[in-house]
């Protein structure tokens, strides 16, 4: 007999092996490669910064969620998984013991499957020191440090090739034309001039096809050495080197580096060294849009702080592709009633989307971007990172990055700003700049 569809039948509970996991430290990493040497395999989960981060590989859990409430049930199932798990872990160091990656839609309404993996083996590294995690769901499996040893040299025991650049590798458009997307820039500043909004970020994807499979590890490794201050992600497909730090929990405190306001550094004169200061801290419309961003982003984070500082006013961040006007924020973070204080995804959940990869108020924003990018964002400018069983997390917006969709077609997504000021070629040219680390990483030829 067939289920009535009226009748809502219950999923079937997954049930929730406990998890177990050592952690092992490991002395000191190579200075100059830090964790890099571990960028090998191209199925590898990475969240590296000059060296440190976490660096993982293979899968003892996987959630995947949609929706409005996503981070919510992401937090939920995290909750679960801790509440069940047996953790032998001898280090404070965040980032030791067990951790999930993740990465989130960008948009509420997507069908995107956001998601949270917990890696069989992961190596961190802080200040040069490093340890070993082995997590495992098998019941049967020893949970010892010669267990762990043994499965991380089983992972690099098949490492990645790497990749030549072929011939026939090429970018082709992405959804929208490029004149298309101009379009879209101009009815993002006539709504924006006509008082519904103040601010809109408008993103485009291109694809890169290439002529063989994609060497994800060498492409990282050399995002990871060209964007050193940025970091470097790769979780499940989506990849890149993103400059911009949604929110980052250590203990009770929380940092973000909020970014809005860009210029090429292609053509920049190389005998004026004051140029960026001048032409991106000196633009009142910059400003405005860097202004816009960080009001957002202290606004929300707010009320789960005690105290909270930022410079008054922003720096000038120098990346290889471009200069932004970046502002570092930095907060004590006020414990609740049971005196814990929010974990890192639970202020994830309340900050995204912030105005700077979305706009302002985040509401007009959001259904404009529907309207006007004609895309499916998918994990593009959501939060990607990691964090660990006690709430401690870095938690990035996918940004300069890609979504490898075969071993030959990877579409790379990139965004910009949009205020009263904006010009559509300018937002246009602004595109490429941010494209321009993927597809130098990916070995393409413009
Ligand atoms: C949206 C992107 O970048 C964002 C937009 C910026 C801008 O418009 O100036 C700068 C940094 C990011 O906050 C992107 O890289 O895709």
């Not at 949609?66 to 001898?90: E, K």
């Not at 500082?309 to 924020?329: C, I, K, M, Q, R």
């Not at 993927?438 to 393409?444: F, K």
Request: proline residues 6%.
């Amino acid at each position: 007999m067939s289920t009535p569809s009226s009748i809502a039948v219950a999923p079937p509970l997954t049930p929730v092996r406990g998890l177990r996991s050592i952690t092992i430290p490991r002395g000191q990493l190579d200075d100059s490669t830090g964790l890099l040497d571990y960028v090998a395999r191209n199925d590898v989960h990475t969240w590296v910064r000059r060296g440190d981060g976490l660096v993982a590989f293979g899968e003892s859990a996987r959630f995947s969620t949609a929706g409005p409430d996503r981070f919510i049930a992401a937090q939920q199932w995290w909750r679960t998984q801790l509440d069940a798990a047996d953790v032998d872990n001898p280090l404070a160091v965040p980032g030791s013991g067990l951790v999930a990656f993740g990465s989130f839609a960008f948009s509420k309404t997507s069908q995107h499957q956001s998601r949270l993996i917990v890696p069989r083996i992961v190596v961190g590294c802080r200040d040069g020191h490093s340890w070993l995690t082995y997590i495992t769901a098998d019941e049967g499996a020893d949970v010892t440090a010669d267990a762990a040893e043994a499965a991380l040299a089983e992972y690099l025991d098949e490492t990645a090739i790497e990749r030549v650049p072929d011939t026939s590798d090429r970018l082709t458009p992405g959804i929208l034309s490029e004149e298309q997307w101009m379009t879209a820039v101009e009815q993002g500043i006539e709504h924006i001039r006509s008082g519904e909004l103040s601010k809109l970020v408008l993103a485009r994807d291109v694809v890169a096809e290439l002529g063989s499979p994609v060497a994800t590890a060498q492409v990282l490794r050399e995002l990871a050495v060209r964007y050193s201050d940025c970091w470097t992600y790769s979780v499940d497909g989506l990849i890149g080197s993103t400059p911009e730090m949604l929110i980052k929990v250590e203990n009770s405190t929380a940092q973000a580096r909020v970014l809005a306001g860009t210029l090429d550094r292609n053509n920049a004169p190389a005998d004026d060294p004051d140029y960026a200061q001048r032409v991106l801290a000196g633009s009142e419309k910059q400003l405005h849009e860097h202004q816009i961003a960080i009001d957002s982003l202290t606004g929300q984070l707010e009320p789960f702080t005690s105290t909270m500082t930022s410079h008054s006013e922003p720096f000038v961040l120098e990346l290889p592709n471009v200069w932004h006007l970046a502002s570092d924020v930095t907060a004590q973070l006020e414990p609740g009633a049971d005196g814990s204080v929010p974990t890192s995804l639970a202020l994830v959940g309340a900050l995204h989307p912030t105005a700077a990869v979305c706009g302002t108020p985040t509401t007009v924003a959001g259904a404009l971007i529907r309207e006007l990018e004609h895309m499916e964002r998918g994990p593009y400018a959501g939060p990607v990172g990691w964090m660990d069983a006690r709430g401690n997390g870095e938690w990035g917006i996918a940004l300069r990055g890609a979504v490898i969709e075969s071993p030959t077609r990877v579409r790379m997504y990139a965004g910009c700003g949009i205020v009263a000021a904006s010009n559509a070629a300018a937002e246009l040219a602004e595109s490429w700049s941010k494209f321009r680390p993927m597809i130098e990483a990916l070995g393409i030829r413009r």
